[in-house]
């Protein structure tokens, strides 16, 4: 699934390719139809098909922004700002190119679902095989309450003192570490990969009470997950399974982690154990993990 550092690498691919340019018109896949007719939100939500389709007509990309796991396309028409805010689910990816046989891979040229056709000729085109991905056109933010709750950017000024007032609030405070980290009210943009990574560079047990962290560890286990993402933003992302940049490539973090997906610890040798923590597999060492 991409996380943050992933969907960073979408929005530095997209944004010098598209901004400034308009959306003539689009088409979608005969499964969205389908799916949504029979009165499923497939990709597309909270507009039918065919509003989605004549809102979106016109709209010209002004900016291309990343929030938390979000991609955000700040867009005008008339004079009135819009934002459709797309997340890639499992598998989404978007495309820029002139046909959609420039898509080199044929699960992803085969699962393409929304195609925008730009006015000065180019396709923009979402691919996403198992189709979890979403995409809300907006007026602004307010329009849909979950964004206005996410945590601040990780890099940003604000964050590690978010995160310390909610991890030491009655809410969070009786909860396992990697729970807490993981939810996008506390930190924005840490999923499964980095939370394990950071919390084994750290020592720190997935299912240690975050009341039983001293406040000195909570800041150097928020400095560390910040400095995951940047390296992981660095390599590029780590391509598990179905995460692919704009132009295709992969990225290497994959080669960099030291725990996430480990049999073996990394640093002693031991073989790692698995537990379910907030309905993820959460994999750690017993041996370096207290
Ligand atoms: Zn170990």
């Not at 978010?162 to 570490?177: C, M, N, V």
Request: charged share 25%; proline share 4%; aromatic share 6%.
């Amino acid at each position: 699934m991409p996380e943050l550092p992933e969907v960073e690498g979408v929005v530095r691919d997209l944004a010098p390719l598209m901004e400034g340019r308009t959306i003539k018109q689009l088409s979608v896949s005969d499964t969205v139809v389908t799916s949504k007719s029979a009165g499923k939100e497939t990709i597309i939500k909270g507009k039918t098909v065919e509003d989605f389709l004549h809102d979106m007509e016109q709209m010209q990309i002004q900016r291309i922004v990343r929030r938390s796991k979000y991609i955000y396309f700040h867009l005008q028409k008339h004079n009135q700002p819009h934002l459709l805010v797309s997340h890639l689910g499992m598998t989404g990816a978007w495309f820029v190119v002139e046909s959609p046989d420039e898509i080199t891979e044929e699960k992803f040229r085969k699962h393409a679902h929304i195609f925008l056709e730009m006015e000065d000729g180019g396709l923009l085109i979402y691919s996403d095989i198992r189709r979890f991905g979403e995409m809300r056109l907006l007026q602004s933010e307010e329009d849909f309450p979950p964004l206005l709750e996410m945590a601040p950017e990780p890099f940003s000024e604000v964050a590690l003192e978010h995160f310390l007032t909610l991890a030491e609030s009655a809410k969070y405070k009786g909860k396992p570490i990697k729970e807490v980290i993981m939810d996008g009210k506390v930190i924005s943009g840490c999923g499964n990969i980095y939370a394990t990574e950071a919390l084994f560079h750290m020592s720190i047990h997935p299912g240690r009470k975050t009341e039983r962290i001293s406040r000195k560890r909570k800041i150097q286990l928020f400095e560390e997950i910040v400095r995951v993402l940047q390296e992981s933003i660095d390599a590029g992302g780590s391509t598990i399974s179905d995460y692919r940049s704009v132009n295709g490539n992969a990225g290497t973090m994959q080669n960099r982690l030291h725990m996430y997906g480990k049999k073996v610890c990394t640093a002693c040798g031991k073989p790692t154990r698995s537990i379910q923590i907030a309905g993820r597999s959460s994999v750690y060492c017993p041996a370096c993990q207290k």
